[in-house]
């Protein structure tokens, strides 16, 4: 049997939600193209992502830990398939269109340059007065401008439903500036799902590697909500966590806070009595929420992670010397633009030299910064 678009959109249209968004109903690519014969135009977008350079290079980008520190922590690569994969299982609970959450989880993070939030708050001041820098803007613009693997228009030409949930995409360290795609319209619940599997991702998978690392103990989380609900619901009060107990915990959390969106956010949907797309994104507020209980569990466990974790030591001493390399190869290629590859160089004509540079920078993996920062630093190190 050979299943068409056609098929695969009928299938959408019969068992989807009144408020997802249809692939056959998209507002459209913004260069005209024939669509597939055998895909939905969100299942295209989605392997269009896959398939860049930018998407490959976030194996090698720090989530919380840089790559060298060791190969068990996540990459922003791991973060985003992590993200990817809650978010297809709060769509299908929800019943709107997975295929449409998986593109938009995939390109979420295209943007983060190397460094993780310490290399995108660098990039952020040495470009205050060249446009700016964040990774919501630089995810769209490499979808958008940046990929070339298309002769007839640049970037992906991905539908419009995707660059809208990029755009749109918040988060406790993400703010959404939407405004060439109705800001005064939210996401459609696709990209709200997408935000709140980002959340719930990073909070679970920071945790399980604080404690792997051993810069946070069990000890240390004495006290904190959500922490003593997993160890009582698991069954469990170690004194340390061997790897075993850890997974068990970490998957325990995962499943209560699915399961406590999946039913928040059904019962704000059906007190809501939306029945379309546009009555959602037309909504006051945004209908994809965890209780207020688990938002409070949530709320503690984020601030012992902020306090205890992103400003360990041993973190914010690598935020120090990221962002002394990334400073001082943007300031290298300032002052002396003839020391950046050609190909980059040539894009300088385009873009202008500092968000050439700004672009260049962004794409970078840890290791090619460090790698960079040396040739050009360590007179040691061939060129």
Not at 358 to 367: E, L, Q
């Amino acid at each position: 049997m050979f299943v068409t678009r056609e098929n695969l959109e009928e299938r959408e249209a019969n068992s989807l939600a009144p408020f997802a968004c249809l692939s056959r109903n998209s507002k459209g690519r913004q260069y005209e193209e024939e669509e597939p014969e055998y895909r939905t135009a969100f299942q295209r977008d989605r392997d269009r992502i896959l398939h860049t350079t930018a998407f490959r290079r976030l194996e090698y980008k720090t989530q919380v830990f840089i790559n060298y520190e060791g190969d068990y922590y996540r990459t922003r690569l791991t973060h985003t398939l992590e993200a990817a994969q809650i978010g297809r299982t709060l769509a299908r609970a929800l019943g709107v269109n997975e295929d449409l959450v998986e593109a938009i989880s995939l390109a979420h993070d295209l943007g983060h340059s190397a460094f993780g939030h310490s290399g995108e708050s660098t990039l952020a001041k040495l470009m205050r007065d060249h446009g700016g820098f964040d990774h919501n803007k630089q995810s769209l613009r490499i979808v958008t401008v940046l990929e070339r693997r298309y002769p007839d228009f640049p970037g992906l030409n991905l539908s419009w439903e995707v660059r809208e949930g990029i755009v749109k995409h918040e988060s406790e360290y993400d703010a959404a500036d939407a405004r060439e795609y109705n800001p005064e319209l939210r996401g459609h619940l696709e990209a709200q799902i997408v935000n709140m599997a980002d959340e719930l991702a990073y909070t679970a998978h920071d945790l399980d590697d604080g404690l792997r690392s051993g810069m946070i103990t069990p000890g240390d989380l004495d006290g904190v909500t959500l922490w003593e609900i997993l160890l009582e619901s698991v069954g469990i009060r170690p004194a340390a966590l061997d790897d075993l107990a850890r997974h068990r915990l970490i998957r325990r959390m995962i499943g209560l806070e699915v399961s406590d969106l999946i039913q928040t956010t059904h019962q704000r949907l059906r007190d809501s009595h939306i029945q379309s797309v546009e009555e959602l994104q037309s909504l006051s507020y945004n209908v994809m929420a965890f209780s207020e209980d688990m938002y409070r569990r949530n709320r503690q466990m984020k601030d012992f992670l902020y306090a205890n974790l992103y400003r360990h030591y041993r973190v914010e001493r690598m935020a120090v010397k990221a962002g002394l390399i990334i400073t001082e190869l943007f300031n290298a290629y300032q002052s002396k633009p003839e020391i950046l590859p050609a190909h980059v160089r040539e894009q300088t004509e385009i873009f202008g030299l500092e968000r050439t540079i700004c672009d260049y920078i962004a794409g970078m993996t840890d290791r090619f910064a460090i790698e960079e920062h040396l040739k050009l630093f360590d007179p040691r190190v061939r060129t």
